[in-house]
């Protein structure tokens, strides 16, 4: 079954310090790649997402993910972390070309000052 | 800036009681989703449509559960009779190919 890993339920980062989210999808031809963040009591907004050519995509808040075929990943960074970035952050994906999205389970962000 | 809209955002109901939560997609979008979060569950999709028709709904209780889009400006998802183990938020989002943009949601508590 098609299914999206976020291997890290929990992490905690320093202000200022560089930040990586993993994301881990099952194989399956012409995935669509997405990153959301949900603040408390909030909706999801869109961060960036993959459909196709330069590997590396660049999103809305100073964020970066990078499709990897090879290793079915799609991992977020972001150079510097403020103390507003703290939230959940999820993976979703899109296989074959329809509208089903997948989600990972999320992982929360803390920021420590 | 086009948003997602939902009604209500909290809704406290009691066991057994209809309920109906609203979403107003952004316009010119041409598909509509629901979820429903929870703790244990995650994110799940309970129904979607495209074009105001239902394309999926596999992952609706159907005997309690049910989506309308009655306009391309209106999409409603019904619970009746609601139970406490509805209790969750659900999310309405919208899109178009592939991009989905999610409303505030709607916490429903059943007790």
């Known amino acids: 079954a098609q299914s999206v890993t976020q291997p890290d339920i929990h992490i905690t980062v320093s202000e200022g310090a560089s930040l990586e989210l993993r994301c881990n999808y099952s194989?399956?031809?012409?995935?669509?790649l997405f990153w959301y963040v949900q603040s408390p009591g909030q909706g999801l907004q869109l961060l960036l997402k993959?459909?196709?050519?330069?590997?590396l995509v660049q999103g809305i808040k100073g964020f970066e993910a990078e499709f990897k075929r090879s290793q079915s990943s799609f991992n977020l960074r972001k150079p510097s972390v403020h103390w507003s970035d703290a939230a959940e952050y999820f993976c979703?994906?899109?296989?074959?070309?329809?509208?089903?999205?997948?989600f990972g389970a999320g992982t929360r962000l803390t920021v420590k000052p | 800036d086009a948003r997602v809209t939902q009604t209500p955002r909290h809704k406290v109901t009691e066991m057994g009681q209809e309920v109906t939560m609203r979403c107003q997609p952004i316009?010119?979008?041409?598909?509509v989703f629901w979820y429903r979060q929870t703790m244990m569950q995650g994110l799940e999709l309970l129904a979607y449509?495209?074009?105001?028709?239902?394309?999926?709904d596999s992952g609706m209780p159907k005997d309690r559960f049910s989506a309308e889009m009655p306009d391309a400006t209106l999409a409603t998802l019904k619970i009746q009779p609601s139970e406490p183990r509805d209790s969750a938020v659900y999310f309405c989002?919208?899109?178009?190919?592939?991009?989905?943009?999610f409303g505030p949601g709607t916490r429903l508590t059943v007790t």
């Open positions: 989002a919208s899109g178009r190919m592939h991009e989905q943009y």
């Open positions: 194989y399956g031809a012409t995935p669509y």
């Open positions: 993959y459909f196709s050519g330069d590997t």
């Open positions: 979703a994906v899109v296989w074959n070309n329809n509208n089903d999205m997948r």
């Open positions: 316009l010119g979008h041409n598909t």
């Open positions: 449509f495209r074009n105001r028709a239902p394309l999926d």
